[in-house]
């Protein structure tokens, strides 16, 4: 199979879907990689060190698009929709719930489109979104101390306090991978931690993991507005997969909260938990300031520690990649339910129900299709 590898375009996003390791293992099973030029830049990775592995350098996006399968890291931007045709098969993270006119690009241009974060494996685990929710969960609480400080438009506390002065607060919404790992960093940084979840078993893993350095708490409007209104930092960290956000936090609460706290929607991707992140922000400009309370809501947050981050993207996709060209879409899917959980859309449908749904559009079951 040919495999092309575009350069992503997306604001300060530095990730690339394949490395060198990548290539030679794709190689070795006798298919072409087309990797545009400075593709692997960002994350450390250059020209020469994918043409040793093997690999076709292209000069411009349009040759690594005309490809059987195409690998990226984020969603298309509508620039790219022009490159989508007809049984293209597309790799990458895709987040269409809140993205009408990006399904409906995929859809009139009957792209095959494997969303990496609707790979779900038997346990309900998502195989291949868990290290950038680590990374992006590990990074949210990095990220919320340094924009308390007062320089960058906090209220100007120290996470971990020092003797004689109490500690900061910290919420979290939400207790699975980005939780778990803001969790781990925000005690690192001395913080007094609460994680919120609906889901009984998991408040009780958390406390097998964590024991007394955390609280925990079910999620309910009236713990959320209370855990709110005390907190120096909160972390939107919900997924229901592949479907919308659900909108947890009521502009109301946010009212509530203490003048120069900082939120961090790591959610937004899919939409957002707060119903005051109502936009998208940039590794440029990551913040904005509502109700007094600074929000931080940018959706590509592991392509700021692109070498971390494409290393363990594709520890994880390429796996997945062979088996996509080793046995062509069909095959692979109808052999792997997880992966056939992964297609978002095919042969002119939407074939992920809570995409459906988001979109009011119908939706076909891919396993029937591929029959
Ligand atoms: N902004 C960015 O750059 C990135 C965003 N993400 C996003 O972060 C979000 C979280 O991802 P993961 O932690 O991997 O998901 P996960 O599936 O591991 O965890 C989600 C948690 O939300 C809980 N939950 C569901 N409904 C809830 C409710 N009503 N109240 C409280 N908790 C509830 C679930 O029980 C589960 O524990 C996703 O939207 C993901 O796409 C992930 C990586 C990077
Ligand atoms: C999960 C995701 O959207 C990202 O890593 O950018």
Same mark, same amino acid.
């Given at each position: 199979?040919?495999?092309?590898?575009?350069?992503?375009?997306?604001?300060?996003?530095? $990730?690339?879907?394949?490395?060198?390791?990548?290539?030679?293992?794709?190689?070795?099973?006798?298919?072409?990689i087309?990797?545009?030029?400075?593709?692997?830049?960002?994350?450390?990775?250059?020209?020469?060190?994918?043409?040793?592995?093997?690999?076709t350098?292209?000069?411009?996006?349009?040759?690594?698009?005309?490809?059987?399968?195409?690998m990226?890291?984020?969603?298309?931007?509508?620039?790219?929709?022009?490159?989508?045709?007809?049984?293209?098969?597309?790799?990458?993270?895709?987040?269409?719930?809140?993205?009408?006119?990006?399904?409906k690009?995929?859809?009139?241009?009957?792209?095959?489109?494997?969303?990496?974060?609707?790979?779900?494996?038997?346990?309900?685990?998502?195989?291949?979104?868990?290290?950038?929710?680590?990374?992006?969960? $590990?990074?949210?609480?990095?990220?919320?101390?340094?924009?308390?400080?007062?320089s +960058?438009?906090?209220?100007?506390?120290?996470?971990?306090?020092?003797?004689?002065?109490?500690?900061? +607060?910290?919420?979290?919404?939400?207790?699975g991978?980005?939780?778990?790992?803001?969790a781990k960093?925000?005690m690192?940084?001395?913080?007094?931690?609460?994680?919120?979840?609906?889901?009984?078993? $998991?408040? +009780?893993?958390?406390?097998d993991?964590?024991?007394?350095?955390?609280?925990?708490?079910?999620?309910?409007?009236?713990?959320?507005?209370?855990?709110?209104?005390?907190?120096?930092?909160?972390?939107g960290?919900?997924?229901?997969?592949?479907?919308?956000?659900p909108?947890?936090?009521?502009?109301?609460?946010?009212?509530?909260?203490?003048?120069?706290?900082?939120?961090?929607?790591?959610?937004?991707?899919?939409?957002?938990?707060?119903?005051?992140?109502? +936009?998208?922000?940039t590794?440029?400009?990551?913040?904005?300031?509502?109700?007094?309370?600074?929000?931080?809501?940018v959706?590509?947050?592991?392509?700021?520690?692109?070498r971390?981050?494409?290393?363990?993207?594709?520890?994880?996709?390429?796996?997945?990649?062979?088996?996509?060209?080793?046995?062509?879409?069909?095959?692979?899917?109808?052999?792997?339910?997880?992966?056939?959980?992964?297609?978002?859309?095919?042969?002119?449908?939407?074939?992920?129900?809570?995409?459906?749904?988001?979109?009011?559009l119908?939706?076909?079951?891919?396993?029937?299709?591929?029959?």
């Open positions: 199979m040919k495999i092309g590898v575009p350069k992503e375009i997306k604001n300060n996003e530095n $990730r690339v879907a394949m490395t060198p390791a990548g290539v030679i293992t794709l190689k070795s099973s006798g298919h072409e087309f990797v545009e030029s400075t593709a692997g830049e960002g994350s450390g990775f250059t020209n020469e060190e994918y043409q040793e592995a093997g690999a350098i292209v000069s411009t996006a349009k040759e690594a698009w005309e490809q059987d399968m195409v990226k890291v984020k969603e298309p931007l509508p620039e790219e929709y022009e490159y989508f045709h007809n049984g293209l098969i597309l790799f990458t993270y895709l987040h269409l719930a809140p993205e009408p006119e990006l399904t690009a995929l859809i009139e241009n009957k792209v095959v489109a494997i969303a990496y974060e609707t790979v779900q494996s038997k346990k309900g685990t998502l195989p291949l979104l868990t290290p950038m929710s680590e990374v992006a969960g $590990r990074m949210s609480s990095q990220i919320g101390a340094q924009f308390l400080e007062k +960058r438009g906090g209220m100007g506390i120290l996470l971990s306090g020092i003797p004689g002065v109490k500690r900061g +607060r910290v919420s979290i919404i939400g207790g991978v980005v939780g778990t790992n803001a960093i925000a690192g940084l001395g913080a007094d931690v609460t994680i919120i979840d609906l889901n009984p078993e $998991r408040l +009780r893993e958390l406390d993991i964590f024991g007394s350095s955390i609280n925990t708490l079910m999620s309910n409007p009236l713990n959320i507005a209370h855990a709110l209104s005390e907190s120096d930092l909160v972390i960290a919900v997924l229901i997969p592949g479907a919308k956000a909108k947890l936090v009521t502009e109301d609460m946010v009212k509530d909260m203490q003048e120069g706290a900082v939120i961090v929607d790591v959610a937004i991707d899919q939409g957002g938990i707060f119903e005051t992140t109502d +936009r998208i922000t590794h440029d400009n990551p913040t904005y300031e509502k109700h007094g309370v600074l929000h931080y809501a959706a590509n947050m592991p392509g700021a520690v692109p971390t981050s494409t290393i363990g993207l594709t520890n994880v996709t390429v796996p997945y990649a062979l088996q996509l060209a080793n046995k062509g879409y069909q095959k692979a899917c109808l052999e792997d339910e997880s992966l056939l959980k992964g297609i978002n859309t095919l042969d002119g449908y939407v074939t992920y129900k809570a995409v459906a749904e988001a979109h009011d119908d939706y076909c079951d891919a396993h029937s299709l591929l029959k």
